[in-house]
């Protein structure tokens, strides 16, 4: 069984930075997919950022240029670093991950862009 706890949301004015954390645990093995996604009220949830243990990272197009996913593979940890932050990223953020073929989730984490 893995647990996921994110860290690090939060109010910030536009045009602002937040960093997010996701740690996992429950396993000393690397994880292999571990993603971001959002939901914002009235919407689905969407993939932000996605990244694997080999590096390879994947972006929503809304979201390119703005948000650096990285990761920590001997912590099975992953961050998303989102910068230039616009009012429509406010959302809750969920950490996701894959491992043994069972989906794990977050409890979210709220980000809200306002000024």
């Known amino acids: 069984q893995v647990q996921l706890v994110e860290s690090g949301g939060g109010l910030v004015q536009p045009g602002g930075s937040l960093r997010l954390s996701c740690a996992a645990s429950?396993?000393?093995?690397?994880?292999?997919?571990m993603d971001w996604y959002r939901q914002a009220p009235g919407k689905e949830r969407e993939l932000v950022a996605g990244?694997?243990?080999?590096?390879?990272?994947t972006y929503a197009d809304s979201v390119k240029g703005r948000f650096t996913i990285s990761r920590d593979n001997a912590k099975n940890t992953v961050y998303l670093q989102m910068n230039s932050l616009k009012p429509d990223d406010t959302a809750v953020y969920y950490c996701?991950?894959?491992?043994?073929?069972?989906?794990?989730w977050g409890q979210g984490t709220q980000v809200t862009v306002s000024s």
């Open positions: 996701h991950a894959i491992w043994r073929y069972h989906n794990y």
């Open positions: 429950g396993t000393t093995f690397s994880i292999d997919y």
């Open positions: 990244t694997r243990s080999g590096g390879s990272t």
